[in-house]
Structure formats: C-alpha cells, structure tokens
C-alpha cells in the first residue's frame, strides 16, 4: 500500500516561509511526477507546483519567485520551500504522485498566513 504522508505546515506571518516535506512509502518501482496543489475555502484546488522525474518543474504564476519545488529520489521525497508567503496562500497543501503509474495523494496540510 503506498501513502504519501505529508508535514511541515502551519502558521506564519505575511513575509514568512515555511518548507513542506512529502514522503511516499510503500512498495515503490517507479515514481514519476510529483506535486504540490493547494484548495482554499470555497475555492477549487489548484496546481502550485510539479516536477517530473526529469527534474523539470513548472509553476503557478501566482507563486513564482516565491515557491521552489525540489526532490529527494533516494528518499522517495518531495518538497515545497514557500518564501515570501502572503495571506492569499493561506490553504490546504496537498502532495501528489504518480507512484508506480497510478495517482496517489496526501491527506493535507494546513498553511496559515497572517497578515
């Protein structure tokens, strides 16, 4: 059975940072794209960031500049460091992969910006 599990959220004032961690375990043969999306309330959830298993990434413009997706192969892990946060980022973060072809995600994590 593989899990993302997911950490490193919480609570921040406007200018802040804070680096989120997800690690997927399991049985793992292949791990492809990996991702950040984000769901506000009352919004839908968003794409933030990706990166394949090139090591190409690809962002939302909302956080470009701001945002840096990077993983770890060895450790099944991918992070999200999130600088100059701003109350509108204020969401739940979930982490996706496409583990072994099919699609997993995380059960989320709150990030909280004050301004």
């Known amino acids: 059975q593989v899990q993302l599990v997911e950490s490193g959220g919480g609570l921040v004032q406007a200018g802040g940072s804070l680096r989120l961690s997800c690690a997927a375990s399991?049985?793992?043969?292949?791990?492809?794209?990996m991702g950040w999306y984000r769901q506000a309330p009352g919004k839908e959830r968003e794409l933030v960031a990706i990166?394949?298993?090139?090591?190409?990434?690809n962002y939302a413009d909302s956080v470009k500049g701001r945002f840096t997706i990077s993983r770890d192969g060895a450790k099944h892990t991918v992070y999200l460091q999130m600088n100059s946060l701003k109350p509108e980022d204020t969401a739940v973060y979930y982490c996706?992969?496409?583990?072994?072809?099919?699609?997993?995600w995380g059960q989320g994590t709150q990030v909280t910006v004050s301004s």
């Open positions: 996706a992969a496409n583990v072994n072809y099919n699609s997993y």
């Open positions: 399991g049985i793992i043969f292949s791990l492809n794209n």
């Open positions: 990166i394949i298993s090139g090591g190409s990434t």
